[in-house]
C-alpha cells in the first residue's frame, strides 16, 4: 500500500497528494475528499514550489492528463 504524501498550501489548509504527473499536482482537502485541486510545480532558483495554473487551457490539459491516466478506473 502507497503511503500518502500530504502537504500545507498557503490557506494552511493540509492536502493528500493524489498523484503528480508531468509537472502537475493532484489534491484533496483531507477533511473534505470531494475538493480537487491542481497545482503546477515551478522551478526557481533550484528549488522547487507550487502555483496556480496560467489558463482555462492549461486547466483543461492538466485534467486530460489526469483523467487519461485513470479512464479504467473513472468510466
Same mark, same amino acid.
Given at each position: 500500500m502507497k503511503e500518502m504524501e500530504f502537504i500545507t498550501l498557503e490557506d494552511n489548509? =493540509?492536502? %493528500? %497528494? %493524489? =498523484?503528480? %504527473? =508531468?509537472?502537475?499536482?493532484?489534491?484533496?482537502? +483531507? +477533511?473534505e475528499r470531494d475538493f480537487f485541486a491542481i497545482r503546477k510545480? +515551478?522551478? +526557481?532558483?533550484?528549488?522547487e514550489y507550487l502555483c496556480g495554473l496560467d489558463s482555462d487551457e492549461e486547466f483543461d490539459k492538466a485534467l486530460e492528463l489526469f483523467t487519461n491516466k485513470y479512464k479504467d478506473i473513472i468510466e
Open positions: 489548509s =493540509d492536502y %493528500i %497528494i %493524489i =498523484d503528480k %504527473i =508531468d509537472n502537475y499536482v493532484y489534491l484533496t482537502k +483531507e +477533511e510545480i +515551478e522551478f +526557481e532558483k533550484n528549488e
